[in-house]
């Protein structure tokens, strides 16, 4: 981003070596027009901050972790002893380790924030199904790169983590063994399968920055969902330049963001954390309790919840896979839920959903923990195929402004 | 709104000229602070790549040199370098002590450079790109001054481990060393 411009127009102050390169390689003219000149819907709220957040936490996850590998021994008689050395004997090791731990946690705080923000103004009904498509590979895609990093540090977490979730491959029918044993190079979770993680945790961040890319690209070409919803195309003064506007409102979240990371990192640093993954791994003894990070314990309690192995692995894919249907499981007209009275309270319901989920993961799946937890997972695809096709067929949404100014010129002329 | 704020931030202060205002200020003041503070963000993953606190433990060296016959040279480790030990002879100490000062690329007297005359101990490499310099084995090249002879790129040392001849600029360097009892030296 040029920050010399002429203070009167906004436009790039003339450089002639900026004019040389941008006429045989139009990158300034690119960075003008998609962080400068971006025309972004003049109402945005608060909840359209988090994806500049997720962009930048993924920089920090990256940076941080290629600081980590400098110091890392894949191998799984020093995996643990070089965590613990980073930890100790590295200069500033525990702050780049500790950023990079609550780092994990933020991103996927974020992210669930810029889901359930897309879920509530309908960003991914036309024409962005492929931008909410593209985003969940991205998530996809983080919740394998954190799995995989989890187990690096080869504590008890790491071992045995590692161990169940690689098993549920071993659900698919007639080569699901094979599968496993190729997954693990080995016949048990063992030295190859941590040398391919690595290999796999330092690959998967770049792939979701290319696919971070194809996002904004996607996003780009029809602009910023609103909170009202509406197209804001046909009125050009529905929309502003994203610089200063947009840039000085993302900064200042981001400063509030990094006040609640730093937090974490300085105060709580094991916050998130398992203390049983401060014990080595050991492959022949289980911990009492094996529970996933905080950010999968919604996924973990679908696949608990049923009582049958493959059932209960193709639920748990199921509960991801059925969020790229949505476009056309809510086949309303209207984006926002501010004009949808039955659909917003579904929302708030299904939000309560997951996080009912996210607890009852974290419970010993007997009792009414399990109860509570199935019920849950009923609830979660009774949401997606019978209630939303049923409501946004059936509902009667409030009447949409024409433009976003409209409501605001109404009252000054009254 | 936004109009009449930036109206009054060019126009409200007498004294500032065209596009002086209070916002653009304000606007070099956070991005200072903000680059401030990346920049002291910055030095913990900077530091992080200097030698980590296990590996300065590691930087001294104890070497037993009792069985370090007359004559014979040995090779140690210390932070990873090899470390020159030469047990020399009368004749090797008379030689390194005749030169002629004025004849040495980096002047420099063998009195100053080995503690005890009959025991030379330096850093084993060379100090022109690196190499370690042969004549530490028997029958290795020792160079047209009995000292060593680099292979890489034909410097030559003396006795003292003095360059002689040849691309590398300075003396091979006396690493910080003492010696802890008659037979033991502490390296580092
Ligand atoms: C999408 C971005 C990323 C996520 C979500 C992520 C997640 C994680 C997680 C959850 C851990 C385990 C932390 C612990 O308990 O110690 C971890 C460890 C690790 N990660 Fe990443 N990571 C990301 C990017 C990277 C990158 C780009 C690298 C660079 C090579 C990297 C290198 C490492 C290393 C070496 C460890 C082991 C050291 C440790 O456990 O602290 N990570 N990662
Ligand atoms: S490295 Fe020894 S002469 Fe060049």
Known sequence: MSTSSNPATGAPKKNGIVEWIDYRLPIFTFMNHELREYPTPKNLNYWWNFGSLAGIVLVVM??????????????????????????????????????????????????????????????????????????????????????????????????????????????????????????????????????????????????????????????????????????????????????????????????????????????????????????????????????????????????????????????????????????????????????????????WIFLVDCIVLGWAGAQHPEGAPLLIGRLATAYYFLHFIVLLPLVSKFEKPRALPESISTPVLKTEKA | MSESAHASATHGQPGHGEGETRRDFLAL?????????????????????????????????????????????????????????????KEQIDQARSVNLSELPDPAKDEDRAQKAEWLVMVGVCTHLGCIPNGQKQGEPRGDFGGWFCPCHGSHYDTSGRIRRGPAPRNLDVPPYKFTTDTTVSIG
């Not at chain 1, 090791?93 to 996927?108: D, E, K, P």
């Not at chain 1, 804001?232 to 609640?260: A, C, E, Q, R, W």
């Open chain 1, 62 to 347: 990256i940076l941080s972790g290629i600081f980590l590998a400098m110091n890392y021994t894949a191998h799984v008689d020093h995996a643990f002893v070089s965590v613990e050395r980073i930890m100790r004997d590295v200069n500033y090791g525990w702050l780049i380790r500790y950023i990079h731990m609550n780092g994990a946690s933020m991103f996927f705080l974020v992210v669930y924030i810029h889901i359930f923000r897309g879920l509530y103004y309908g960003s991914y009904k036309p024409p962005r199904e492929l931008l909410w498509w593209l985003g969940l590979v991205i998530l996809i895609l983080m919740m394998a790169t954190a799995f995989l990093g989890y187990v690096l540090p080869w504590g008890q977490m790491s071992f045995w983590g590692a161990t169940v979730i690689t098993n549920l491959f071993s659900a698919i029918p007639l080569v699901g063994e094979p599968i496993v044993t190729w997954l693990w190079g080995g016949f048990s979770v063992d030295n190859p399968t941590l040398n391919r993680f690595f290999s796999l945790h330092y690959l998967l961040p770049f792939v979701i920055v290319g696919v971070v890319m194809l996002h904004l690209v996607a996003l780009h070409t029809h602009g910023s969902n609103n909170p009202l919803g509406i197209d804001t195309k046909k009125n050009p003064k529905d929309s502003i330049p994203f610089h200063p506007y947009y840039t000085v409102k993302d900064m200042f979240g981001l400063g509030v963001f990094l006040v609640i990371y730093a937090a974490f990192v300085f105060f709580a640093p094991n916050f998130f954390g398992e203390p049983v993954n401060y014990v080595p791994a050991n492959p022949l003894q289980t911990p009492s309790e094996i529970v996933p990070e905080w950010y999968l314990l919604p996924f973990y309690a679908i696949l608990r919840s049923i009582p049958d192995k493959l059932a209960g692995v193709i639920a748990m894919f199921g509960a991801i896979f059925i969020l790229f249907l949505l476009p056309w499981l809510d086949s309303s007209k209207v984006r926002s839920a501010t004009f949808r009275p039955i659909y917003k309270q579904l929302f």
């Open chain 2, 29 to 89: 003041a956070a991005t200072a602070f903000a680059g401030a503070g990346a920049a002291c963000a910055l030095w913990p993953f900077i530091d992080s790549m200097n030698p980590a606190a296990d590996t300065l433990a590691l930087s001294t060296t104890d070497v037993d040199i009792s069985p370090i016959a007359e004559g014979m040279r040995i090779t140690v480790k210390w932070r990873g370098k090899p470390v020159f030990i030469d047990h020399r002879n």
